[in-house]
């Protein structure tokens, strides 16, 4: 079993920086490929970004390429999300996810576990 509980968020400038945090509870953190997902209002949950248990596998979704960089500290049990020149369009509820699966998913169903969301804004 694995607890998620995002941080981070908040309401930022368009081309501003914000650093999302998920603490993650339980001996089995650095087994599990770890991702982030946004939800915009209206729209559909969407993947953002994942890495796996050694942080060597990196995966990102388009939009967010070159802005986005996902990192874990598997000592301190916390994956990052460090998000910069932020646009408008990244406005959304952000959301950690832990995965049991070996590869370094995109897809939503593949995750077992979810944190409870961080609001992130972003004004022009």
Not at 47 to 74: E, L
């Amino acid at each position: 079993q694995v607890q998620l509980v995002e941080s981070g968020g908040g309401l930022v400038q368009a081309g501003g920086s914000l650093r999302l945090s998920c603490a993650a509870s339980g001996r089995t953190f650095s087994r599990h490929v770890m991702g982030w997902f946004r939800q915009a209002p209206g729209k559909e949950r969407e993947f953002v970004a994942a890495i796996n248990w050694s942080g060597g596998i990196t995966r990102y979704a388009d939009s967010v390429k070159g802005r986005f960089t996902i990192s874990r500290d598997n000592a301190k049990n916390t994956v990052y999300l460090q998000m910069n020149s932020l646009k408008p369009e990244d406005t959304a509820v952000y959301y950690c996810a832990a995965s049991s699966g070996v590869g370094v998913t995109t897809g939503i169903y593949e995750y077992d576990y979810w944190g409870q969301g961080t609001q992130v804004t972003v004004f022009s």
